[in-house]
């Protein structure tokens, strides 16, 4: 029963997807069109384990993230990769963003999720340099060493004799009798493969390539969502992630801290033609505004441009996984993918085994 399987793409989802069809017992072939793995997406977010607050009751994002957080919590115990279950707060600062925090803990009560409301005087005796008039405690977000996890994902995937080529870039996948067929560049020349299946994990590539087997796929918005990141020089000013309440096309501009005790602002939300990862310096005056209200004293600190990260937006707004025939297709799987991915990992080698 063994067959080939094609994973497109080295990020966190096709690395997790890579391990499991591996465990699985499919012959795995990831193909990543840079040299290195994890540097689209998945090197250029928050790295946070997400708790399963904001999606709506039982979407793809709220189904996978709860799965994919207790996955998560496991795999990184398991395999010794760093992380932390930091807790969080999400914060109001004024009477109108109280009432937000209230519908805001009842979608997470029906995702499951349970967070405690709090006063101001509660959170701000817990953070002291915070500014609140109420906030809910996620008792169950947390960070996680990115890159760590990636390369475990990798070293398990090819321990169970899958093959990453890098610098292998797919540009067309057809359908014949004998299976698929893929062709691309590898290392600057063109290369065919014949594949049983093929998992499309290639994040912001994935619509351009599901536009070459399925017309009809959902299609990202017509501008990037781009993401700047500025660090914070100095002492960490808080121990738990600090977010404001949600915004539209983001979970607004918020604080969080890596294992290796730097600790940041971001993303905020800027609409681009074409993709760049070059920090946009004249956000910063942004930044202190957007942050003033819940950390007053961020004028007191430096803030240096940090990194960029683009979201993998597809229209409805929700994951899309399906499977056409032999072909697995993944779009769409913005935040919260890295804390989904185990679990999404887990549905997608259910598909190639249905
Ligand atoms: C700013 C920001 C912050 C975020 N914060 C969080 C967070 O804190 N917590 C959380 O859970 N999620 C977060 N996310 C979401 C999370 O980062 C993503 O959902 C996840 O990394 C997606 O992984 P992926 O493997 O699908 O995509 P990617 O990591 O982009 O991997 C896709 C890979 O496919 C390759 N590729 C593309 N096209 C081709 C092709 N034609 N041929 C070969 N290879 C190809 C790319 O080079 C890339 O390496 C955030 C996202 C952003 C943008």
Redesign the pocket.
Same mark, same amino acid.
Not at 309 to 312: D, L, T, V, Y
Not at 333 to 341: A, F, R
């Given at each position: 029963m063994t067959k080939s399987v094609m994973v497109? +793409? /080295?990020?966190?989802?096709?690395?997790a997807c890579s391990r499991a069809l591996a465990i699985a017992g499919y012959d795995v072939v990831i193909?990543?069109?840079?040299a290195y793995?994890? !540097? @689209?997406?998945?090197? &250029?977010?928050?790295?946070? =384990?997400?708790a399963g607050i904001y999606y709506p009751q039982g979407s793809a994002k709220a189904r996978f993230?709860l799965r994919g957080k207790q996955l998560m919590y496991q795999y990184c115990a398991d395999h010794d990769i760093p992380h932390r279950n930091t807790q969080k707060l999400i914060v109001a600062t004024n009477s109108a963003q109280d009432g937000i925090l209230q519908k805001l803990q009842k979608t997470a009560a029906q995702n499951g999720v349970i967070l405690d409301l709090i006063s101001g005087a509660q959170a701000m005796a817990l953070e002291p340099e915070l500014y609140a008039t109420s906030a809910l405690v996620s008792a169950t977000t947390g960070i996680v060493d990115v890159h760590g996890l990636l390369f475990s994902l990798l070293a398990e995937a090819e321990a169970m004799g899958a093959v990453l080529s890098t610098q !292998?870039?797919?540009?067309q996948i057809l359908r014949t009798p004998q299976g698929l067929h893929v062709t691309?560049n590898s290392m600057g020349a063109a290369f065919e493969m014949s594949v049983d299946m093929v998992v499309n /994990?290639?994040?912001?590539? /994935?619509p351009?390539?599901a536009a070459t087997y399925w017309p009809d796929a959902p299609k990202p918005p017509a501008l990037f969502a781009k993401?700047n990141y500025f660090s914070i020089a100095g002492s960490l000013p808080f121990q738990r992630l600090i977010y404001p309440v949600p915004e539209q096309d983001g979970l607004g501009i918020h604080y !969080?801290l890596d294992l290796n005790g730097q600790s940041r602002l971001?993303?905020n939300v800027r609409w681009i033609d074409t993709p760049n990862y070059d920090v946009d310096v004249d956000a910063e005056d942004l930044f202190r505004d957007a942050v003033k209200s819940y950390w007053p004293n961020v004028q007191d600190r430096a803030l240096s441009p940090d990194y960029v +990260? =683009? &979201?993998?937006k597809i229209e409805g707004g929700d994951f899309v996984i399906r499977r056409d025939d032999r072909i697995i297709t993944?779009l769409g799987? @913005?935040?919260?993918?890295? !804390?989904?991915?185990l679990a999404i990992a887990e549905h997608v080698t259910a598909l190639a085994q249905a």
């Open positions: 497109i +793409g /080295a990020g966190v989802v096709g690395l193909v990543e069109k840079h793995i994890g !540097t @689209e997406v998945s090197g &250029r977010n928050s790295g946070v =384990i997400h993230c !292998t870039c797919v540009s691309g /994990a290639a994040g912001l590539g /994935a351009q390539l993401g !969080t971001g993303p +990260g =683009i &979201r993998p993944l799987i @913005e935040s919260p993918g890295l !804390t989904s991915s």
